[in-house]
């Protein structure tokens, strides 16, 4: 495995398991020149969100970087204030016109909203029909919202990407998305880097002479789960992407997942609206 391995999603499409997150990273620079970092690093996968404010940046970094655009896996969210059938078609319009690509690897719907995401997933599925995005699916889903888009459609999301690290776990959703072939995909593995100096994670990072980041982005591979890791700084992105030279043994994969501690650095889905 090296940093442009992918995963194989549940219609055939390829998706790096690794890939740049963006968010909090600003417009403007910033995000233009992390995604060329990276790029120049060797990921393949960029994920953004039209919430994030820096779709065109990162737009302007997949050009400068000179690499082939359909080497490139690219992510974008249809924000919470867009959701609902036709402004969700022309949201996907104004974050294709940024990103400044024909077509979109993977759209999700950012948050499971009450009452306009099931005319949000049918603007996906028509976005998907008609060759606009390569792949579709969802972002903070737990069981019951996905049995929503169950009960009402035909198409089972690729992706659901989800707040994930040691210390906020779900083995159930895990479960869950891996039964109906929809790959779990972690945001903030890094918990915003709020636990990343815990004592038990230096201490396995110390045994494998890796850093604690490292040892955290390298238990999400070893369980099949898709990681995004942020950073603006061309350091930590590298450190980020080096992983694939050192393996965790059985018993550290567990004590990882000991950590659990129902810990969130952003809203529980059920609670956010
Ligand atoms: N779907 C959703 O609702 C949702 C929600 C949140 C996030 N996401 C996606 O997931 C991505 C990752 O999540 P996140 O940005 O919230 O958090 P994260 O990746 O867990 O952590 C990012 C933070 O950790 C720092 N960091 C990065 N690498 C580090 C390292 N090796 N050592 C020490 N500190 C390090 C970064 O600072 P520097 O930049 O200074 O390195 C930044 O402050 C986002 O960028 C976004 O693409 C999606």
Redesign the pocket.
């Known amino acids: 495995m090296n940093l442009q391995s992918t995963t194989t999603l549940n219609n055939g499409v390829e998706m790096p398991w690794v890939g740049l997150?963006?968010?909090?990273?600003d417009a403007g620079g910033v995000a233009e020149q992390a995604v060329r970092w990276a790029l120049d690093l060797g990921y393949r996968h960029i994920?953004?969100?039209a919430g994030?404010y820096n779709e065109a940046d990162v737009g302007r970094g997949i050009k400068d970087s000179g690499i082939d655009r359909d080497k490139i896996f690219v992510t974008t969210?249809v924000r919470n204030s867009d959701q609902g059938y036709e402004s969700t078609l022309k949201a996907f319009d104004a974050s294709r016109s940024e990103l400044g690509t024909d077509v979109v690897d993977l759209y999700?719907i950012?948050?499971p909203i009450k009452g306009s995401h099931l005319d949000t997933w049918k603007a996906l599925e028509h976005l998907y029909a008609k060759g606009k995005v390569r792949a579709i699916g969802v972002?903070?889903y737990l069981s019951h919202h996905l049995e929503e888009l169950f009960d009402n459609f035909d198409i089972v999301p690729a992706v659901n990407?989800v707040?994930f690290?040691p210390f906020l776990i779900q083995e159930e959703l895990i479960a869950f998305d891996k039964e109906h072939s929809i790959l779990h995909e972690a945001?903030?593995?890094?918990?915003?880097?709020r636990r990343?100096d815990d004592p038990s994670i230096t201490e396995i990072a110390r045994k494998y002479h890796r850093?604690?980041?490292q040892v955290i982005l390298r238990w999400d591979l070893q369980l099949g789960i898709a990681t995004?890791?942020?950073?603006?700084?061309r350091g930590?992105i590298e450190?980020?992407s080096r992983l694939f030279d050192f393996e965790l043994d059985a018993e550290d994969v567990e004590k990882l997942k000991s950590l659990d501690a129902d810990f969130r650095?952003?809203p529980h889905p059920d609670e956010m609206f």
């Open positions: 997150g963006v968010f909090d990273a994920d953004t969100a994030y969210k999700l950012h948050w972002s903070n990407q707040e690290h945001w903030s593995p890094l918990t915003r880097a990343l850093t604690n980041a995004i890791p942020k950073s603006q700084d930590r450190e980020n650095v952003g």
